[in-house]
Protein backbone atom coordinates (compact mmCIF):
# COMPACT_ATOMS: atom_id res chain seq x y z
CA UNK A 1 0.00 0.00 0.00
CA UNK A 2 1.22 3.78 -1.05
CA UNK A 3 0.73 6.50 0.98
CA UNK A 4 0.29 9.58 -1.00
CA UNK A 5 0.31 13.45 0.05
CA UNK A 6 -2.71 14.86 0.32
CA UNK A 7 -2.69 17.93 -1.60
CA UNK A 8 -4.75 21.16 -1.07
CA UNK A 9 -3.78 23.56 -3.62
CA UNK A 10 -1.68 22.64 -6.80
CA UNK A 11 1.74 24.36 -6.91
CA UNK A 12 1.68 25.39 -2.81
CA UNK A 13 4.72 24.87 -0.41
CA UNK A 14 4.41 22.05 1.87
CA UNK A 15 2.60 22.73 5.37
CA UNK A 16 3.13 22.00 8.81
CA UNK A 17 -0.38 19.60 8.12
CA UNK A 18 1.30 17.81 5.16
CA UNK A 19 0.92 14.21 5.10
CA UNK A 20 4.66 12.69 4.20
CA UNK A 21 5.60 9.94 2.45
CA UNK A 22 7.37 7.53 4.70
CA UNK A 23 10.77 7.79 2.48
CA UNK A 24 10.60 11.55 2.88
CA UNK A 25 10.35 10.72 6.47
CA UNK A 26 13.62 8.43 6.61
CA UNK A 27 15.43 11.51 4.57
CA UNK A 28 14.47 13.74 6.88
CA UNK A 29 15.70 11.50 10.33
CA UNK A 30 19.25 11.69 8.22
CA UNK A 31 19.15 15.15 7.79
CA UNK A 32 18.43 15.78 11.08
CA UNK A 33 21.17 12.89 12.49
CA UNK A 34 23.96 14.67 10.46
CA UNK A 35 23.13 17.84 11.96
CA UNK A 36 23.07 16.51 15.29
CA UNK A 37 26.75 14.94 14.80
CA UNK A 38 27.99 18.17 13.01
CA UNK A 39 32.07 18.88 13.95
CA UNK A 40 31.55 15.74 16.98
CA UNK A 41 35.24 14.46 17.22
CA UNK A 42 34.09 11.17 17.81
CA UNK A 43 31.84 10.79 13.77
CA UNK A 44 33.15 8.07 12.00
CA UNK A 45 34.83 6.42 14.90
CA UNK A 46 33.08 2.96 15.74
CA UNK A 47 30.49 2.39 18.45
CA UNK A 48 31.87 2.17 22.33
CA UNK A 49 35.14 4.74 21.87
CA UNK A 50 34.02 7.65 24.40
CA UNK A 51 35.61 10.70 25.08
CA UNK A 52 38.26 9.32 27.38
CA UNK A 53 39.53 6.96 24.92
CA UNK A 54 39.39 9.71 22.34
CA UNK A 55 41.57 11.93 24.57
CA UNK A 56 43.71 9.22 25.79
CA UNK A 57 43.98 7.89 21.53
CA UNK A 58 45.13 11.85 20.74
CA UNK A 59 47.60 11.99 23.50
CA UNK A 60 49.65 8.68 22.69
CA UNK A 61 49.32 10.51 19.22
CA UNK A 62 50.76 13.28 20.68
CA UNK A 63 53.78 11.58 22.07
CA UNK A 64 54.55 9.78 19.48
CA UNK A 65 55.08 13.04 17.01
CA UNK A 66 57.45 13.88 19.59
CA UNK A 67 59.08 10.94 19.63
CA UNK A 68 59.62 11.35 16.05
CA UNK A 69 60.81 14.88 16.39
CA UNK A 70 63.38 13.72 19.48
CA UNK A 71 64.63 11.13 16.97
CA UNK A 72 65.00 13.37 14.05
CA UNK A 73 67.16 15.93 16.67
CA UNK A 74 68.75 13.43 17.64
CA UNK A 75 70.17 12.12 14.09
CA UNK A 76 71.05 15.79 13.97
CA UNK A 77 72.96 16.01 17.29
CA UNK A 78 75.16 12.61 16.01
CA UNK A 79 75.88 14.71 12.00
CA UNK A 80 77.28 17.30 13.57
CA UNK A 81 79.19 15.17 16.55
CA UNK A 82 80.65 12.92 13.61
CA UNK A 83 81.38 16.17 11.86
CA UNK A 84 83.06 17.79 15.02
CA UNK A 85 84.77 14.42 15.67
CA UNK A 86 86.30 14.32 12.27
CA UNK A 87 87.40 18.42 12.96
CA UNK A 88 89.36 17.61 15.87
CA UNK A 89 91.08 14.34 14.22
CA UNK A 90 92.20 16.74 11.57
CA UNK A 91 93.08 19.47 14.39
CA UNK A 92 95.00 16.61 16.28
CA UNK A 93 96.78 15.80 13.41
CA UNK A 94 97.93 18.72 12.16
CA UNK A 95 99.03 19.67 16.15
CA UNK A 96 101.42 16.47 15.83
CA UNK A 97 103.49 17.36 12.55
CA UNK A 98 103.27 21.11 13.66
CA UNK A 99 105.07 19.91 17.27
CA UNK A 100 107.63 17.23 15.46
CA UNK A 101 108.32 20.50 12.78
CA UNK A 102 109.12 22.94 15.75
CA UNK A 103 111.07 19.71 17.34
CA UNK A 104 113.32 19.10 14.55
CA UNK A 105 114.04 23.24 14.09
CA UNK A 106 115.20 23.22 17.63
CA UNK A 107 117.08 20.62 17.36
CA UNK A 108 119.11 21.72 13.97
CA UNK A 109 118.82 25.12 15.60
CA UNK A 110 121.22 23.42 18.79
CA UNK A 111 123.03 21.75 16.17
CA UNK A 112 124.17 24.86 14.69
CA UNK A 113 125.23 26.51 17.21
CA UNK A 114 127.56 23.67 18.78
CA UNK A 115 129.16 22.70 14.90
CA UNK A 116 131.51 26.13 15.47
CA UNK A 117 132.73 24.28 18.98
CA UNK A 118 133.39 21.00 17.24
CA UNK A 119 135.34 22.40 15.42
CA UNK A 120 137.50 24.55 17.92
CA UNK A 121 137.85 20.81 19.53
CA UNK A 122 139.08 19.65 16.25
CA UNK A 123 141.75 22.18 15.72
CA UNK A 124 142.63 21.97 19.59
CA UNK A 125 143.32 18.27 19.10
CA UNK A 126 145.57 18.43 16.00
CA UNK A 127 147.41 21.85 18.09
CA UNK A 128 147.48 19.68 21.24
CA UNK A 129 149.90 16.93 19.52
CA UNK A 130 152.38 19.81 18.51
CA UNK A 131 151.96 21.62 22.14
CA UNK A 132 150.43 19.42 24.93
CA UNK A 133 150.84 22.58 27.14
CA UNK A 134 148.96 24.70 25.34
CA UNK A 135 145.87 22.48 24.85
CA UNK A 136 144.85 23.71 28.10
CA UNK A 137 144.33 27.05 26.99
CA UNK A 138 142.32 26.11 24.16
CA UNK A 139 140.27 24.05 26.68
CA UNK A 140 139.13 26.73 28.31
CA UNK A 141 138.52 28.95 25.11
CA UNK A 142 136.15 25.99 24.38
CA UNK A 143 134.77 26.59 27.40
CA UNK A 144 133.54 30.01 27.32
CA UNK A 145 132.85 29.54 23.83
CA UNK A 146 129.68 26.78 24.57
CA UNK A 147 128.78 29.06 27.65
CA UNK A 148 128.09 32.04 25.48
CA UNK A 149 126.50 30.00 22.89
CA UNK A 150 123.98 28.65 25.75
CA UNK A 151 123.60 32.37 26.74
CA UNK A 152 122.28 32.55 23.01
CA UNK A 153 120.01 30.12 23.50
CA UNK A 154 118.37 32.11 26.69
CA UNK A 155 120.20 30.01 29.16
CA UNK A 156 121.92 31.47 32.28
CA UNK A 157 124.52 29.51 34.12
CA UNK A 158 124.46 29.02 37.92
CA UNK A 159 126.18 27.68 40.45
CA UNK A 160 128.99 29.63 40.29
CA UNK A 161 132.23 29.83 43.19
CA UNK A 162 131.29 32.24 45.86
CA UNK A 163 127.76 32.25 44.94
CA UNK A 164 125.17 31.74 47.82
CA UNK A 165 123.36 28.53 48.05
CA UNK A 166 120.10 28.38 46.24
CA UNK A 167 118.39 24.49 46.54
CA UNK A 168 115.56 25.49 43.93
CA UNK A 169 118.65 25.37 41.63
CA UNK A 170 121.96 24.07 43.38
CA UNK A 171 122.49 20.26 44.65
CA UNK A 172 124.54 20.40 47.97
CA UNK A 173 126.58 17.25 47.80
CA UNK A 174 129.05 18.45 50.75
CA UNK A 175 129.29 20.77 53.37
CA UNK A 176 132.01 21.64 54.68
CA UNK A 177 133.56 24.36 57.87
CA UNK A 178 133.87 27.74 56.48
CA UNK A 179 133.80 31.45 57.00
CA UNK A 180 130.14 31.84 55.95
CA UNK A 181 126.80 29.71 55.98
CA UNK A 182 125.53 28.45 52.55
CA UNK A 183 128.24 30.13 50.60
CA UNK A 184 129.39 27.55 47.22
CA UNK A 185 133.04 27.01 47.88
CA UNK A 186 133.66 24.17 45.25
CA UNK A 187 132.08 22.70 41.60
CA UNK A 188 131.56 19.96 40.79
CA UNK A 189 128.97 20.87 37.82
CA UNK A 190 127.99 23.71 36.78
CA UNK A 191 123.95 24.26 36.33
CA UNK A 192 121.96 26.23 34.22
CA UNK A 193 118.60 27.96 34.37
CA UNK A 194 116.11 29.79 31.58
CA UNK A 195 114.48 32.33 34.09
CA UNK A 196 112.78 30.57 37.26
CA UNK A 197 112.84 27.25 35.73
CA UNK A 198 115.74 24.98 36.51
CA UNK A 199 117.23 23.22 33.04
CA UNK A 200 119.93 21.34 35.51
CA UNK A 201 121.05 21.77 38.81
CA UNK A 202 124.31 22.76 39.80
CA UNK A 203 126.45 20.44 41.93
CA UNK A 204 128.18 22.09 44.40
CA UNK A 205 130.04 22.09 48.44
CA UNK A 206 128.58 24.21 50.52
CA UNK A 207 130.27 25.66 53.39
CA UNK A 208 128.96 26.10 57.30
CA UNK A 209 130.42 28.01 59.90
CA UNK A 210 131.67 25.83 62.64
CA UNK A 211 130.15 26.37 66.27
Given at each position: ???????T????????????E??????????????????????G??????????????E??????????????L???????????????????????????A?????S????????????????VE?G????????????A?????????E????????????K??????????????????????V?????RMG????????V???????
Amino acid sequence: MFWRKKMTQPDKPHTENEILEPETLQDNELDLEREATDGNPLEGMPEGIDEGMMAQVQEMMARMQKADDLERELAELKMRYNRLLGDFDGYRTRTALEAKEAEARGISRAAETLFPVMDDMARAVEYGKQNPQGIVDGLGALQSKLVKLFESLGLEQTGQKGEKFDPAFHEALQVVSGAEDDTIVEVFQSGFRMGDRLIRPARVVVSKVSN
